[in-house]
């Protein structure tokens, strides 16, 4: 079983920064591919960044490029949690979504791919609202 939670959305002005959080905690296996999506009202689910555990490769949408960044601390194997971050930067109003992390296994040098249906293990959403 996995768990997986977000934390740190909130109200931010345009041109403002927020950083997300997500615990993945768990029976976890070696590798991860950990994700953020986001959801807009009455828009469709949409991959923001991915990110690879076993050599740290990333990708990113053509609309949060330069502006986003996600990254993931040391696995704590004591705890058996693992630990990622979306960064944001230069918010806009179109960033307003509710953002979810999700998690899957992946190979050691696998494509964590910004598709959806490619993660089992998803949190409850975190509220984004950038606004003046």
């Known amino acids: 079983q996995v768990h997986v939670v977000e934390s740190g959305g909130g109200l931010v002005q345009p041109g403002g920064s927020l950083r997300l959080s997500c615990t993945i905690s768990?029976?976890?296996?070696?590798?991860?591919?950990i994700a953020w999506f986001r959801q807009a009202p009455g828009k469709e689910r949409e991959g923001v960044a991915s990110?690879?555990?076993?050599?740290?490769?990333?990708?990113?949408?053509?609309?949060v490029k330069g502006r986003f960044t996600i990254s993931t601390i040391s696995r704590d194997n004591v705890k058996n949690r693992s630990t990622a971050y979306l960064q944001m930067s230069s918010l806009e109003p179109e960033d307003t979504a509710v953002y979810f992390c999700?998690?899957?296994?992946?190979?050691?040098?696998?494509?964590?791919?910004?598709?959806?249906?490619?993660?089992?293990?998803w949190g409850q959403g975190t509220q984004v609202t950038v606004s003046s």
């Open positions: 999700a998690a899957d296994p992946l190979a050691l040098f696998g494509i964590p791919r910004l598709e959806a249906s490619e993660y089992d293990y």
């Open positions: 990110l690879g555990t076993g050599d740290g490769i990333t990708f990113y949408a053509d609309s």
């Open positions: 768990g029976l976890l296996p070696t590798y991860l591919a």
